[in-house]
């Protein structure tokens, strides 16, 4: 019985992601802009999840700019867009090891906009996906559900922002 009930658990929670990410894909909310701090969001968040880097053996890096840039943005679909990335990148690092990485998130002022890179060592992106990821429902992951990366490009076209990827086989991927 406690065997079906933790299979259970899994494949409703399983279903229950998978339902809040179509929401959020197919039902964003316009964002509610306000002055935010970048560093401030990215300290938040990274504070929020350094146990479970701990756990992994995994390293973070913080590069961020001084002074912090200030963005007119919606700091919870920030906070969403940093953990859809942030997830990316531990999961490419666990895919070709089993301990260990590093993960870089660094914040910078381009000129009139400012930028927020997340970094990983792990496999990189094949060429053959490249085209394909920001495009719903495509994954490469076993039990991914194809939406991270659409909500994060929603999110940011919301944001009149761009989105760029850069990868290489072997090396990692800097989103």
Known sequence: V??????????????ETLLKEMLDFTSPKA?????????AAVRQFTDLHTTELQERGIDLVLALDEPPPIVLADPHQLQRVLLNLWQNALHAIEECRQHG???????RRAG?????????????????DRAS?????????????GLGLAVVKKIVDDHRGSIDLESRR???TTV
């Open 170 to 172: 072997g090396e990692g």
């Open 2 to 15: 406690r065997r079906n009930a933790d299979i259970i658990l899994s494949e409703v929670t399983k279903l």
């Open 101 to 107: 990485g590093v993960v870089r998130i660094a914040t």
């Open 112 to 128: 009139q906009r400012a930028e927020v890179t997340v970094s990983d060592d792990g496999n990189g992106v094949r060429d053959e």
């Open 31 to 39: 964002p509610r802009f306000q002055p935010l701090d970048l560093n």
């Open 133 to 145: 990821l920001f495009t719903p429902f495509f994954t490469t992951k076993q039990r991914g559900t």
